[in-house]
C-alpha cells in the first residue's frame, strides 16, 4: 500500500511540475516578444533603400529626398565597384546633383534611416550633336529577382544594351528570355549569366551570346525579362535607335496585370505607339480606353486588342491621339505588359505602366532641367495633388492642380525662387481623398528638327513598408 501511495505523489508532482514549466513559457512569451502580436500584418517606415545608376555615356546624377518633419540618417552616391563618394546627404528635403564623365562605371546609392523613405535618384544625359545625340533619362534601378522591360529589337535599333549590376558580395546568375512580335525566343543562350559582387556587365543584345544571340536579331519589338536563378541585380536598358536619331533608357515595366495604366504619351508631332505583351501562353483579350484633356473614350477600330499568347503586339496611336498628350487603360482577361514608343524632332522616348501616386507613396522627380512638364491622369474620379518644386534655396509655393474624372492634364514645372540654379525637384502629393493620379515628367529641349525629350513614368517613392501578418505560437519557445 505504501509503494501505491508513493508511486501516485510522483504522478501529481510530475504532471505539477507540467503545469509550472507551460505556465513559465507562456509567461516568456508574453514579457519576451517585440510586440503586440498581428493578424492584419502592419506597416513601418522605410529606413533602407539601394539604387544603381548606371553611368555609361555621363550626364548628370541628381537625387531628391522627401521633404519631412523628422529627420536622421545618410544617403552616400559611390562608384559601385568601390572608391570615394561622389556625394552624402544627411537632411530631409536636401538634393544632391553631379556631372558625370562617359566611361564604363555604374553608381550605387545607399541610405540608412528615415531619410531613406520616399528618396529617388535619377540619370539624365544631353548631347545635342554626333552619334548619341538625344536627350536620355533613367530612373536609377532598385535591384531584384524578376524584371521585365518592352521596346524595340535589333531590327528597329543599332545598339540595344543590357546593364547588370550586382550590388551585394555573393554572386549573381541571370537568365535573359524575350518575346517579339512573331513569338517567344526560345534559346539556351542568356542563360546563367554571371555577375560578380560589386561590379556591371553589359550585355548587348542581339550582339553576344549573352544578349540571345542570334535569334533575337529580325525581332523589331521586344518585351526583356531578366530573372536571377542566383542573389538579385539592378538592371537598365540602353536604346540606339541609330547615329542621330536619338537615344534613350527604357523604363522597367511592373510585373504583368490584368488591369494597367500607362501615363505620359506626349502631345506633339511624331509617330506614337502601343506596346502590348502577352507573356502567358493563352491569347488575351483586351480593351484600350484612351484619356486625353477632353475626356476618355476607346479609339475607333481599336478598342478591342486581340493579342496572341507569347508575343508583343504594336498599335499604332496617331489617329486616336491627333497630337494630344495621353494616357492608356488597358483592361484584358489574363496578365499583360504594356508600354508605348514616341518619336519627335530627332529623339525618341518609351513609357511603361505605373502604379497609381498615394500619400505613402508620392511622386518623386530629382531632376528638372530644360523645359519640364508633368503629365497627370485620374482615371477612375476626379483627383487633386500639391506639387512643391525643390532646390538648393529650399521649397516653393505649393501648387494645387486639379485634374478631371476621366482626364488627363499636363501642368509646366518651373524652378522656386528667382535666379534659381537650373536643377531643380518636385514632390506630387494627392490630396487626402482623392481618387488615384498616374504621371509622368516629359523633360524636352529644342524646336522642329532639333527637338530633344525624354519621358520619365513616376512610380511611386515608397515612405512605408507592409510587414506581413503574424501571430503567437508558443512552438517558438518549445524545445525540440
Not at 533603400?49 to 540618417?73: D, F, I
Request: hydrophobic share 40%; proline share 8%; with cysteine.
Amino acid at each position: 500500500m505504501h509503494k501505491v501511495l508513493r508511486l501516485l505523489g510522483m504522478r501529481y508532482a510530475t504532471a505539477a511540475l507540467m503545469l509550472v514549466a507551460v505556465a513559465a513559457l507562456y509567461g516568456a512569451a508574453t514579457f519576451s516578444r517585440p510586440g503586440e502580436a498581428s493578424e492584419k500584418g502592419r506597416e513601418a517606415p522605410v529606413t533602407h533603400a539601394v539604387m544603381v545608376c548606371p553611368g555609361r555615356e555621363g550626364g548628370r546624377l541628381a537625387v531628391q529626398s522627401l521633404p519631412r518633419k523628422t529627420g536622421g540618417g545618410r544617403v552616400d552616391v559611390a562608384p559601385t565597384k568601390g572608391g570615394s563618394p561622389l556625394g552624402s546627404m544627411t537632411s530631409p528635403g536636401q538634393a544632391w546633383g553631379e556631372d558625370t564623365k562617359s566611361g564604363q562605371n555604374s553608381y550605387t546609392l545607399r541610405a540608412t534611416g528615415p531619410i531613406a523613405g520616399g528618396l529617388e535618384a535619377e540619370q539624365t544625359a544631353y548631347r545635342d550633336g554626333g552619334d548619341d545625340r538625344g536627350l536620355a533619362g533613367a530612373r536609377c534601378a532598385v535591384p531584384g529577382t524578376d524584371l521585365w522591360f518592352t521596346g524595340p529589337g535589333p531590327v528597329a535599333a543599332d545598339e540595344l544594351d543590357l546593364y547588370l549590376t550586382n550590388v551585394d558580395a555573393q554572386p549573381a546568375s541571370v537568365d535573359v528570355s524575350a518575346l517579339s512580335g512573331e513569338g517567344p525566343l526560345d534559346t539556351t543562350e542568356g542563360r546563367g549569366t554571371p555577375v560578380e559582387p560589386n561590379t556591371t556587365r553589359i550585355v548587348r543584345i542581339g550582339g553576344s551570346p549573352e544578349g540571345l544571340g542570334d535569334i533575337v536579331k529580325t525581332a523589331a519589338d521586344l518585351a526583356l525579362r531578366v530573372r536571377t536563378t542566383s542573389g538579385r541585380v539592378a538592371a537598365s536598358l540602353r536604346v540606339r535607335i541609330g547615329k542621330k536619331k536619338g537615344t534613350e533608357w527604357l523604363p522597367q515595366s511592373p510585373a504583368p496585370a490584368a488591369s494597367v495604366l500607362v501615363p505620359g504619351v506626349p502631345g506633339g508631332s511624331g509617330k506614337r505607339r502601343l506596346l502590348v505583351a502577352v507573356p502567358g501562353e493563352a491569347d488575351a483579350r483586351i480593351r484600350v480606353q484612351v484619356i486625353t484633356a477632353e475626356g476618355a473614350f476607346a479609339p475607333q477600330g481599336q478598342d478591342v486588342l486581340d493579342a496572341p499568347g507569347m508575343t508583343v503586339t504594336s498599335v499604332p496611336l496617331d489617329g486616336a491621339l491627333s497630337g494630344r498628350a495621353a494616357a492608356v487603360r488597358l483592361t484584358a482577361d489574363r496578365p499583360i505588359l504594356a508600354g508605348f514608343a514616341a518619336e519627335r524632332g530627332a529623339d525618341v522616348a518609351y513609357g511603361a505602366a505605373t502604379p497609381p501616386l498615394s500619400a505613402a507613396g508620392p511622386g518623386v522627380v530629382a531632376d528638372n532641367r530644360f523645359d519640364s512638364s508633368l503629365a497627370l491622369t485620374a482615371p477612375y474620379g476626379a483627383a487633386t495633388v500639391q506639387v512643391t518644386t525643390v532646390n538648393a534655396q529650399g521649397a516653393g509655393t505649393p501648387q494645387e492642380v486639379t485634374i478631371g474624372a476621366g482626364r488627363t492634364v499636363e501642368t509646366k514645372l518651373a524652378a522656386p525662387g528667382t535666379g534659381a540654379d537650373a536643377a531643380f525637384g518636385a514632390v506630387i502629393m494627392p490630396k487626402p481623398g482623392s481618387a488615384p493620379v498616374y504621371a509622368s515628367r516629359i523633360l524636352a529641349t529644342g524646336k522642329g528638327g532639333d527637338y530633344l525629350f525624354t519621358v520619365l513614368p513616376i512610380v511611386p517613392a515608397p515612405t512605408l513598408l507592409r510587414l506581413p501578418a503574424t501571430a503567437d505560437s508558443q512552438t517558438a519557445l518549445t524545445p525540440n
